[in-house]
Nanobody, 124 residues
């Protein structure tokens, strides 16, 4: 199994950038598709991005497409979420999740392991 741990959140002005990192313990990190999800206050958790086990394919929510980029480095057991042109509506707790042998899905039900989350706040 793996245990994801997120980092890199913070406070940024609208139009700014942040890069989130998620490092997962365990020797089988490359067997997991990885996903980013977020939850804003008073709202349901929503899908943000996902990446396949070898990083050859990514998929994004329409709300972040063209602004966010997800990548992974299996040698470092780490995935990244580069967030550019941030908007106040991107404010949320961002969670990293792992899906064993997954093909990269936006459905949170398929993800087996979740991190504790990192807060991202975008001021207007």
């Amino acid at each position: 199994q793996v245990q994801p741990v997120e980092s890199g959140g913070g406070l940024v002005q609208a139009g700014g950038s942040l890069r989130l990192s998620c490092t997962a313990s365990g020797r089988t990190f490359s067997n997991y598709a990885m996903g980013w999800f977020r939850q804003a206050p008073g709202k349901e958790r929503e899908f943000v991005a996902t990446i396949t086990t070898n990083g050859d394919s990514t998929y994004y929510a329409d709300s972040v497409k063209g602004r966010f980029t997800m990548s992974r480095d299996n040698a470092k057991n780490t995935v990244y979420l580069q967030m550019n042109s941030l908007k106040p509506e991107d404010t949320a707790i961002y969670y990293c999740a792992a899906d064993l042998w997954g093909g990269g899905t936006p459905d949170s039900a398929f993800y087996d392991y979740w991190g504790q989350g990192t807060q991202v706040t975008v001021s207007s």
